[in-house]
Nanobody
Framework: VQLQASGGGLVQAGGSLRLSCAAS????????LAWFRQAPGKEREFVAI????????RYTDSVRGRFTISRDNVKNTVSLQTNSLKPEDTAVYYC????????????????WGQGTQVTVSS
């Protein structure tokens, strides 16, 4: 199983980035998918989660209304559209997958991507 994240970069405050994660997982549509992030000196935190069919989505309060999580069960990808970026969004962003119920707990995830760096300048 492999998750490959991409799309990070350096952007000015107010800008946008689209993060993508390609997964080599059998029965991809059986997995709950999520994005987490880790800022320098901080613990990794939950950002967004999406259900198997793509209908159920949840976001952490600080990104709700600015970020959108989506998935493509044909291409085996999960994406995170990040808009109106703020300097406090600077972090390494990770995609993750678990083959069970919804969870915002990073320790309950089975598979992780390698992370992609997002840096937002003020």
């Amino acid at each position: 199983v492999q998750l490959q994240a991409s799309g990070g970069g350096l952007v000015q405050a107010g800008g946008s980035l689209r993060l993508s994660c390609a997964a080599s997982i059998r029965d991809f549509d059986n997995y709950i998918l999520a994005w987490f992030r880790q800022a320098p000196g901080k613990e990794r935190e939950f950002v967004a989660i999406i259900g198997r069919s793509g209908i159920g989505r949840r976001y952490t309060d600080s990104v709700r209304g600015r970020f959108t999580i989506s998935r493509d069960n044909v291409k085996n990808t999960v994406s995170l559209q990040t808009n109106s970026l703020k300097p406090e969004d600077t972090a390494v962003y990770y995609c993750a997958a678990r083959g069970s119920t919804y969870s915002e707990n990073q320790y309950e995830y089975d598979y992780w991507g390698q992370g992609t760096q997002v840096t937002v300048s003020s």
